[in-house]
């Protein structure tokens, strides 16, 4: 357990209103609540606990207190160009950035959006769009939830052999502050632009899964298997599958074998 964020500094470097929770059930859902009652300007929501942490595919989230970040950034917009994967992609490079400039690590990227660190997964986001007129919200809403392990140990059983932390590397609380301040200034920068383009170069420098084999699957079960080749521009994963043939998919998750990236 380590000291967390110091508000005063947080508001001064960010770039939008951040709120610090003590406990909440789960930072998405805290926004959800909060379009419903009709906020309308971006706003960052920090928890120090969560007790129903939100992963993708229903899964939850483990987020014991004062161990990791437990953050959402909520986006207003009229673009109907912000797509949930173009996002994703986009936060998981932010993510990345502000993580190395913060302790000077590089993570890894599998993709979609989680991140790697010693070969173990160190931070999952959610992104979901909620729709205008949808949650009584005047335009499309944005949510971008993320955790990020700093200092987690004690992972349950079904995350104990998956999931790792940032802790050897945090030498100081104040760089816990730097991170937040980074991902969440670096996500108002991208709304501003709404432009992957520049970011893809660093998801694919950091990619663990660009030259590997991987198997493709969705909720309706296995989609195909092969070598990830590229990304393209908007963030599709490009394979040559068995077949020798090139697939884009722009949804699915992926499994593979971690081999000492």
């Not at 996002?87 to 998981?92: I, K, L, P, R």
């Not at 000077?104 to 992104?127: E, M």
């Not at 205008?132 to 200092?151: E, P, Q, R």
């Amino acid at each position: 357990m380590i000291d967390m964020y110091n508000k005063d500094y947080l508001n001064e470097k960010s770039k939008v209103n951040i709120e610090i929770l003590d406990e909440i059930d789960s930072t998405n859902e805290e926004a959800k609540r909060r379009i419903l009652a009709g906020a309308c300007n971006d706003f960052v929501i920090l928890a120090r606990k969560q007790t129903a942490g939100k992963g993708r595919k229903g899964r939850s989230f483990y987020s014991p207190k004062d161990t990791g970040i437990y953050f959402t950034f909520v986006h207003f917009t009229d673009d109907s160009s912000e797509t949930v994967l173009k996002v994703t992609v986009a936060a998981s490079v932010i993510a990345a950035n502000a993580i190395k400039d913060a302790l000077n690590i590089d993570c890894k990227i599998k993709w979609v959006n989680d991140l790697y660190f010693n070969n173990k997964k160190v931070s999952g986001t959610l992104c979901e769009l909620i729709l205008k007129d949808t949650m009584n919200n005047s335009h499309n809403a944005v949510i971008v939830g993320t955790g990020i392990n700093l200092c987690t140990e004690d992972f349950p059983d079904e995350l104990s052999g998956i999931a790792g932390s940032l802790k050897e590397k945090i030498a100081n609380p104040g760089s816990i502050d730097d991170i937040v301040i980074g991902y969440a200034n670096g996500l108002y920068d991208f709304f501003e632009t709404n432009d992957l383009k520049p970011l893809m170069p660093l998801y694919k420098e950091s990619s663990l899964v660009i030259g590997k084999e991987v198997e493709l699957s969705d909720a309706s079960g296995f989609l195909d298997k092969g070598i990830v080749t590229d990304f393209d521009e908007e963030g599709a994963m490009i394979i040559r599958n068995l077949l020798g043939e090139i697939k884009r998919f722009d949804s699915g998750e992926i499994s593979l074998i971690i081999d000492g990236e």
